[in-house]
Nanobody
Framework: QVQFVESGGGLVQPGGSLRLSCAASGRIFIIYDMGWYRQAPGKQRELVATITRGDSTRYADSVKGRFTISRDNAKNTVYLQMNSLKPEDTAVYYC?????????????WGQGTQVTVSS
């Protein structure tokens, strides 16, 4: 019933910027913590950033100072502003959130969006 759709991925040169968006749809009561994860080829999925409903944030050490996570609760959307991108940022990026509906509360995942950083 609840779906998350990421957008904003693509190919960018090193040092460039991208902004990812992830919009939730469905009959949502409330979205609690939200986050961005990424998975590079041959690697486990890793945490990039998280944000609580009260806008407390946490970042992976590898992206601190370069990435910014934010959310718009009125739009049920989470964003990831990515600056100073590096080739090692290349991965499929997934958004995720803890969502409460009228029926249940659980973790939801988006389908992922590819980010490629290359010259």
């Amino acid at each position: 019933q609840v779906q998350f759709v990421e957008s904003g991925g693509g190919l960018v040169q090193p040092g460039g910027s991208l902004r990812l968006s992830c919009a939730a749809s469905g009959r949502i009561f409330i979205i609690y913590d939200m986050g961005w994860y990424r998975q590079a080829p041959g690697k486990q999925r890793e945490l990039v950033a998280t944000i609580t409903r009260g806008d407390s944030t946490r970042y992976a050490d590898s992206v601190k100072g370069r990435f910014t996570i934010s959310r718009d609760n009125a739009k049920n959307t989470v964003y990831l502003q990515m600056n100073s991108l590096k080739p090692e940022d290349t991965a499929v990026y997934y958004c995720s959130a803890d969502v409460a509906t009228e029926r249940e509360s659980q973790r939801y995942w988006g389908q992922g969006t590819q980010v490629t950083v290359s010259s």
